[in-house]
């Protein structure tokens, strides 16, 4: 059986960008409105910025899992 047969499709850094982005503004309008302005857009910047970050990080490893080990190859291969 080839290992590197059940590889995915590897996207491009700005396809997974955009995808952590467009992700990540979802998160952005949980806020009170009791909190001044400038307080409440920076937790919203922060929320946004740290579930892209989550975002990158989880597709990231996805992709760094779906290749085969390279102790477990043959040695022929």
Request: hydrophobic share 45%; aromatic share 10%.
């Amino acid at each position: 059986m080839q290992p590197f047969a059940n590889i995915p499709p590897i996207p491009s850094s700005r396809e997974i960008m955009n995808a952590a982005v467009n992700y990540s503004w979802k998160a952005g309008a949980k806020t009170t409105r009791k909190i001044r302005a400038i307080v409440r857009v920076r937790r919203i910047e922060a929320r946004r910025i740290e579930r892209a970050g989550e975002y990158v990080r989880k597709r990231l490893r996805e992709i760094a899992y779906a290749f085969p080990v390279i102790d477990e190859l043959h040695p022929f291969l």
